[in-house]
T-cell receptor
Framework: EAGVTQFPSHSVIEKGQTVTLRCDPI?????LYWYRRVMGKEIKFLLH????????ESGMPNNRFLAERTGGTYSTLKVQPAELEDSGVYFC????????????FGSGTRLTVV | RKEVEQDPGPFNVPEGATVAFNCTYS??????FFWYRQDCRKEPKLLMS???SGNEDGRFTAQLNRASQYISLLIRDSKLSDSATYLC???????????FGQGTELSVKP
C-alpha cells in the first residue's frame, strides 16, 4: 500500500512569494489532515478534511493559508504571501476513521522562507 | 500552559537500560491517548495507543492515569534503534485533531 505522499520535500522561497504544498493521501482514506511544526515548537494541527469538505479548520493561522481538496482526493495547502514565521515542516496525514490516533503521516515538506 | 506537556530531554541511556517517559495533559475530557515516535527529520509514526488498563507491546509498556491526567511510556532493554523523539499525543474529543506534546529525545548509546 502506498503511503501518504507529500511534494515538494523541501522549498525555499522569499518572503512575499507564494508556495503550494501538495499531499496525496492513502487511497480510500476519506480523512486528510494538515499539521505543522515550527522550529522549537510542538507539532500543531492546521485542519481536517472529510472527503472534500473542511471538517475543522480551527488551526489555520490566518487568511494567508488556503487549503483545498477538490474531488476528495489529493489536497493542496497554499501560503500567499509567505512570511518568515511560516517556516517549518508541514505534515499531511490521512486516516480511514476519525477519532483514533492511527494516522499515517507523510514525510513532510520543509518550508524555509527567507 | 501547554495542553500536553512532556519531560524535557534529552535522555541519554546505555543499551539495555530501562527508560521511562512521562506526559501530562490539561483537558480532563480528553478521550484518546497515544505515543508516537519520530526519527530525525522523518514523519511521526504511531508507536502505540494508551488504554486505561495499561498495555504492553514487546519491550514497550504504556500506562494512563485519568485521575492524574498522566500518561507514561516505559521502554525495557533499550536498543540503539530506539533512539528517536517520543511524542505524547492526545485526542480531546474523538474528532480529527491530535494534540502533540513537544517530544522527548532519547539517545541510546552502545
Amino acid at each position: 500500500e502506498a503511503g501518504v505522499t507529500q511534494f515538494p520535500s523541501h522549498s525555499v522561497i522569499e518572503k512575499g512569494q507564494t508556495v503550494t504544498l501538495r499531499c496525496d493521501p492513502i487511497s480510500g482514506h476519506d480523512n486528510l489532515y494538515w499539521y505543522r511544526r515550527v522550529m522549537g515548537k510542538e507539532i500543531k494541527f492546521l485542519l481536517h478534511f472529510v472527503k472534500e469538505s473542511k471538517q475543522d479548520e480551527s488551526g489555520m493561522p490566518n487568511n494567508r493559508f488556503l487549503a483545498e481538496r477538490t474531488g476528495g482526493t489529493y489536497s493542496t495547502l497554499k501560503v500567499q504571501p509567505a512570511e518568515l514565521e511560516d517556516s517549518g515542516v508541514y505534515f499531511c496525514a490521512s486516516s480511514q476513521v476519525v477519532g483514533g490516533g492511527g494516522y499515517t503521516f507523510g514525510s513532510g515538506t520543509r518550508l524555509t522562507v527567507v | 500552559r501547554k495542553e500536553v506537556e512532556q519531560d524535557p530531554g534529552p535522555f541519554n541511556v546505555p543499551e539495555g537500560a530501562t527508560v521511562a517517559f512521562n506526559c501530562t495533559y490539561s483537558n480532563s475530557a480528553s478521550q484518546s491517548f497515544f505515543w508516537y515516535r519520530q526519527d530525525c527529520r522523518k514523519e511521526p509514526k504511531l508507536l502505540m495507543s494508551v488504554y486505561s488498563s495499561g498495555n504492553e507491546d514487546g519491550r514497550f509498556t504504556a500506562q494512563l492515569n485519568r485521575a492524574s491526567q498522566y500518561i507514561s511510556l516505559l521502554i525495557r532493554d533499550s536498543k540503539l534503534s530506539d533512539s528517536a523523539t517520543y511524542l505524547c499525543v492526545v485526542n480531546k474529543d474523538q474528532g480529527g485533531k491530535l494534540i502533540f506534546g513537544q517530544g522527548t529525545e532519547l539517545s541510546v548509546k552502545p
